[in-house]
């Protein structure tokens, strides 16, 4: 029997490496794949302790999301000609 | 209750008008519709749940939100044949009353995402690369920021007391507190100009309720939000002092009242009636400079473009300067009145330093409207 808690560690693991992502690729396509790792993570602990319910939620809201970023990115592509962050330079001050 | 219910028939309905190319009757549809929701709130049929709570509180910020889009709507003249958006625009209004009402922190999660998957949407409806720019650090910085609220709900599941904090994180995200601001300003400039007003008034203020209505859960956080309240004051009044976009003028602005009334929502239940107050002046005051700005033939973003607009258009220059100035909190205004309160009550509990920041901070931005203002009277 695994205890509960490294299913809390793990989940914590899994999030601290997507928040990692987030803050350091470059690349948009594996931001928004950070940030479902991070969702997962998240659902893992959920699990973990007994919140079934709530890990459906996060499952279609995460599908939702990627649903809209994904179209946001091909947009995105189809504008700039790449899906490097570095383009969103316009906007400062 | 009821109001959310006809929130969505509207919803779907202007969807279904959409698909069929009905696109003259769809300002109609969702002009009622709003109007018919507003009604709707007054109406004391429930529909028993545990997720939700509908107490005078909560009716009367969905009162608010739906009041001011619905304002916000008749005032917008430019969307004639750009009607795809007003579904969203509803869905968003939805989410937005849902973060007043929740009583179950998975309402609040689904609440955030029903008011913000909408937005990413409408932030990139514009045809400018700004627009797609503007669309898609709000998609990437608001995931992110959901995720971290996710984050405290698991660990407060799991039992761990830091849970909460990261919740309160992830709301101040959405609130645009410094320093969780970054993506402000960005996002309202690059966001078409009646987005960017639905988000500097409804949704900021959905925001504030949200995170009002989870700390009256009983979670204590009340030095660290008076420290985000503070800096959030100083600095937005700052940095709106060298702007030259006027969207970006009035995120800057917009943070600044953040502070004042994350100050009022860390004071707790007490004084509630007084952070009512202090949205709804904020609230007008953006919806009057909003509304005429975009009410001009040709919106452009630059301040100066504004030059000399007294000598031009008289009227409309009254109403922004009225506008302006109750945003800067000059007495007799509605705004004066709204800091008057944040002041005393700030200093009923001994909090003088917090009352001395925020002084200087309506110092600093009340120099910063007025050069605005100043603009107006500038002749070529």
Sequence with gaps: ?93 | MTAILVLSGVGILSMIADALQLGRWMRWITGIGLVAAFAATFCPFVIPTTMLVFDETSLTWTRMLIGFTAVLYSLDRHSDGHHHHDALLIFSLIGAVLMTAFSHILMLFLAIEILSIPLYVLAGSGDSHHSLEASMKYFILGSFATAILLFGIALGYAGVPAGALLVVIGLCFKVGAVPFHLWVPDVYEGSPVRFTAFMSIVVKIAAIAGLARFLSWGFGYRPLLIGLAVISMIIGALLALHQTSIKRWMAYSGISHAGFMLVLVALGEVVFPSLLFYALAYGMGSLVVFGLLGAQDQFDDRIDSLTGLFFRHPALSVGLILGLLSLAGIPPLPGFFAKFLVLAHTWHLGLGGVVGVALLASLVSTFVYLKFVSVLFIRK
Excluded: H, W
């Excluded at chain 1, 479902?36 to 939702?64: Q, R, T």
């Design chain 1, 1 to 93: 029997m695994i205890p509960t808690y490294s299913y809390l560690v793990l989940g914590c693991i899994l999030f601290s490496i997507g928040t990692l992502g987030v803050l350091i690729r470059r690349n948009v396509v594996i931001v928004l794949m950070c940030i479902e790792l991070m969702l997962n993570a998240v659902n893992l602990i959920l699990v973990s302790v007994c919140e079934p319910v709530f890990v459906f939620f996060i499952m279609m809201v995460a599908a939702v999301e990627v649903s809209v970023g994904l179209a946001l990115i091909a947009r995105v592509y189809r504008k700039f000609g790449t899906t490097d962050i570095s383009t969103f330079g316009q906007l400062k001050g």
